[in-house]
């Protein structure tokens, strides 16, 4: 049986049998690529990946990313170990608030692979959120309202939805000032147009976007507080239920993502790779 696609809800994610990523030909890479293009969320279950493989795989789907702020595993720095140790408990996690990842950078990732080892016997899935359905879900009026405006994102903490002062956090994530730029303030348009399906899509997020452009941050929080709101909507999600050798590959530039911390006491890894993305167009310069 050859490489087949299995959508797992009608708006996003699906999904995929009859592929070893490791030994995937052109034609293979090709037919994953038009239906990351369709789904935006893949699961590509069966896979027997050391640091090295996933390091190929992430290549045949783009440039890989280093990343600011996490540190990479120490024989692989392009190569985020996604750890929580058992004893870890009522911690905050990574991934564990509504984002999407890096938004803060000039150019935003494309897309994420995480590949899953060692996993609890039950709990710590991962949700997506499709932000082509968020906002074509809107009324034509917020519609009109949202796509000329901008907003900051910044990677500096600013008291949003990420975790407080007060919130342990997991040691087993090596957290890094290691790109001071990654701090400052840079503005996207609020309604992005893909680069390649030239759909369009809401680009806020709860950790990152701080306010619009030419607001404060207090005449800003209604309007975001709603749409980070509207943008989970259940049916604009959907679940993956790790399995150990599964690769989850996502799109960044269409959806938000939730890692669940439903799993105390039982430890949790799995090895996350990034790929390069371009600077996010607005509805006005993608139609120029």
Avoid at 63 to 68: D, F
Avoid at 237 to 254: E, F, H, I, V
Wanted: a negative charge.
């Amino acid at each position: 049986m050859g490489l087949t696609i299995e959508p797992v809800t009608p708006g996003l994610g699906a999904e995929v049998h009859g592929v070893d990523l490791k030994r995937a030909s052109s034609a293979d890479v090709a037919a994953l690529e038009a239906a990351f293009a369709a789904h935006a969320v893949l699961f590509i279950r069966d896979q027997e990946l050391e640091l090295d493989d996933l390091l190929a795989v992430t290549r045949k789907f783009g440039t890989v990313l280093r990343v600011p702020y996490v540190q990479g595993v120490a024989s692989h720095p392009d190569v985020i170990a996604v750890l929580k140790e058992a004893e870890e408990k009522k911690i905050y996690t990574f991934g564990g608030t509504w984002h999407s990842d890096f938004s803060f950078l000039a150019e935003p990732p494309a897309a994420t692979l995480l590949y899953a080892v060692e996993l609890p016997p039950v709990g710590g899935d991962t949700i997506w959120a499709s932000q082509y359905l968020a906002y074509e879900a809107l009324s034509d009026g917020l519609k009109a309202l949202l796509e000329p405006l901008r907003a900051i994102h910044t990677g500096a903490p600013h008291g949003t939805m990420g975790p407080g002062p007060d919130v342990p956090v997991s040691r087993s994530i090596k957290m890094v000032r290691n790109d001071p730029g990654a701090d400052r303030e840079v503005v996207h348009p609020v309604v992005r147009v893909h680069p390649v399906t030239g759909r369009k899509a809401l680009f806020v997020n709860p950790v990152y976007t701080q306010r619009f452009e030419g607001m404060t941050v207090a005449e800003s929080k209604p309007l975001l507080g709603y749409l980070h709101e509207h943008s989970i909507r259940a049916e604009f999600t959907c679940r993956l239920k790790w399995q150990p050798g599964t690769l989850a590959m996502w799109d960044n530039r269409c959806l938000m993502h939730l890692a669940v911390n439903d799993y105390d006491g039982h430890r949790r890894l799995l090895y996350r790779t990034t790929t390069a993305g371009e600077m996010p167009a607005g509805i006005a310069r993608h139609a120029a």
